[in-house]
């Protein structure tokens, strides 16, 4: 990747509030028309970064650049950015066209450029004829898209959207997904996305950054941090998993559960502790009698696409996903293929099994 395909970088970025560091040492960079979701727990430091990045924030050591330049002093009315918050703000007293061309009006821009950009975004977020509405006469999800019409209707190079589906029922916001990722990219413009929402992030997003306690832990396109989590936090935090404490034995060998498992990873060294990750949909049902595994199955929930089934094999209690259920109390085998076997090294103050009861 040659630098002067990044539209933002930050570099070695953090910030203190009151001596307590929330962000520390941050390295990352934005592409042209790339859809980046900062991704992680709350009070992890993606908010801030945000802010920085919109200049509603001052980091207290390290460089932001825009297409090269250094912007850190830069006021946010001088960056070309604007942001979408969870609250939208929208201005009570003006209706959906108002509220959209308000931007515009400022900049004095001639009334018939400021209609046809009006009406081209409301056509853009599905609000075609609305524009003579009161904002308070609309729904939660239809305010949503007069405030990102109301930022994209300026058209910034980059829009900063932090975690602006919260407020909105499940259905909706999942509507508004496919929306958010649609305008992104028939705009071809930048989104920054916040969210702690990880089907949110899989869902929409070129790049995921997964962030915890100030620091970035992985960033990496969604199947690449579905499949190949850095650690345990991420393989936790990136859908369902099974954590366990683990043995490399050898390069290509492991133990967890009180069994040896062929795995495909290497380099860990002989007789090390390992992390163990095994995805619930990995874990495949088969004959008690033919299973690297045997258990009894806990518990039995149906979850639309999917059973959850919780199996105890005394070792370990294992999650799965199967599409065929086996009645709670039935006795069943576990088959790990070597390949679903993920193999890391432990993670300091992480550890899923405590946190569980599960060992």
């Keep these: 990747m040659v630098e002067n395909?990044?539209?933002?970088?930050?570099?070695?970025?953090?910030?203190?509030?009151d001596g307590v560091k929330v962000l520390d040492d941050i390295n990352l960079y934005i592409r042209k028309k790339e859809f980046v979701t900062l991704l992680g727990p709350s009070g992890c430091g993606k908010t801030t970064t945000l802010r920085i990045i919109g200049g509603f924030e001052t980091p207290s050591s390290?460089?932001?650049?825009?297409e090269g330049q250094e912007i850190s002093a830069l006021p946010p009315y001088k960056r070309r950015v604007n942001t979408v918050f969870q609250k939208y703000a929208l201005f009570p007293h003006l209706n959906v066209h108002d509220n959209i061309a308000f931007g515009l009006k400022l900049k004095k821009m001639d009334r018939k450029e400021i209609d046809r950009r009006v009406d081209y975004m409301l056509e853009l977020v599905n609000l075609k004829g609305y524009g003579k509405r009161r904002t308070d006469a609309l729904s939660g999800g239809q305010q949503q898209r007069v405030a990102i019409a109301r930022s994209l209707v300026n058209e910034p190079e980059v829009l900063l959207l932090d975690e602006p589906l919260?407020?909105?029922?499940?259905?909706?916001?999942?509507?508004?997904?496919?929306?958010?990722k649609r305008m992104q990219q028939r705009l071809g413009i930048t989104f920054l996305y916040v969210t702690h929402d990880q089907e949110e992030a899989l869902t929409m997003s070129d790049t995921i950054v997964v962030m915890r306690e100030g620091k970035i832990l992985q960033i990496g396109d969604?199947?690449?941090i579905y499949d190949e989590p850095a650690n345990a936090f991420v393989a936790d935090f990136i859908g369902e998993?099974?954590?366990?404490?683990?043995?490399?034995?050898?390069?290509?060998?492991?133990?967890?559960a009180e069994q040896d498992f062929p795995c495909v990873d290497f380099g860990f060294g002989e007789n090390a502790p390992v992390d163990v990750v095994i995805r619930p949909e990995d874990v495949m049902l088969v004959g008690e009698d033919v299973g690297q595994l045997t258990g009894t199955i806990q518990s039995v929930l149906f979850k639309g696409v999917h059973y959850e089934m919780?199996?105890?094999?005394?070792?370990?209690?294992?999650?799965?996903h199967s599409t065929t259920m086996q009645p709670q109390g039935s006795r069943v085998g576990l088959s790990i293929v070597p390949f679903n076997i993920h193999i890391m090294k432990p993670m300091e103050g992480f550890r899923k099994e405590e946190e569980t009861g599960e060992v």
Excluded: C, W
């Excluded at 395909?5 to 509030?17: A, G, P, R």
């Excluded at 390290?62 to 825009?66: A, N, P, R």
């Excluded at 919260?166 to 958010?180: C, I, P, V």
């Design 222 to 224: 969604p199947k690449h």
């Design 62 to 66: 390290g460089e932001v650049f825009f």
């Design 166 to 180: 919260g407020a909105l029922d499940l259905k909706l916001r999942k509507e508004m997904q496919l929306e958010l």
């Design 310 to 320: 919780m199996i105890d094999t005394g070792a370990y209690t294992f999650k799965v």
């Design 241 to 256: 998993s099974n954590i366990l404490r683990g043995t490399m034995i050898h390069d290509e060998l492991v133990r967890f």
């Design 5 to 17: 395909e990044h539209l933002i970088d930050l570099k070695h970025i953090s910030k203190e509030y």
